[in-house]
């Protein structure tokens, strides 16, 4: 397993699903995951959604400049970096943001997201 090629992988899962149906991302968390959303943090894959569906814009696009990734203990997990810029439907100017996963490995083979925290970066 190249822990490259699976960040780029879910890197690329992840926003297409968030740029086409937020709800989508359920399955990518579980009640431990953690969710820190511009310094507000939720618990729970059911929270998790629920914060991401309610944020006050529809339609997005991200688009991922770069992906850095490590591995992350004992227990087979991974701790993914992104930043890039997300263009919100109606506004001229994509905005700069940084987000990191840590992923950890499932029975089934797959990877969750436990902890997930998003920043928008300010210049």
């Known amino acids: 397993m190249d822990p490259d090629a699976v960040a780029k992988a879910f890197v690329e899962h992840y ?6 149906n937020r709800a989508g991302l359920a399955n ?18 059911q929270n998790i959604v629920a914060k991401l569906t309610g944020l006050p814009f529809q339609q997005c696009l991200h688009s991922v400049q770069t992906v850095d990734c490590q591995p992350s203990g004992p227990g087979g997990g ?30 089934q083979g797959s990877f969750y997201v436990q902890n ?5 970066n300010y210049a």
């Open 78 to 107: 991974m701790l993914v970096f992104v930043s890039g810029q997300i263009q919100l439907a109606g506004e001229q100017h994509g905005l700069k943001f940084s987000q990191m996963f840590h992923l950890m490995p499932t029975q």
């Open 116 to 120: 997930d925290i998003f920043r928008l």
């Open 15 to 20: 926003y297409t699903t968030f740029d086409a």
């Open 28 to 45: 990518l968390y579980q009640d431990s995951s953690m969710l820190t959303f511009e310094g507000q943090k939720t618990q729970g894959a």
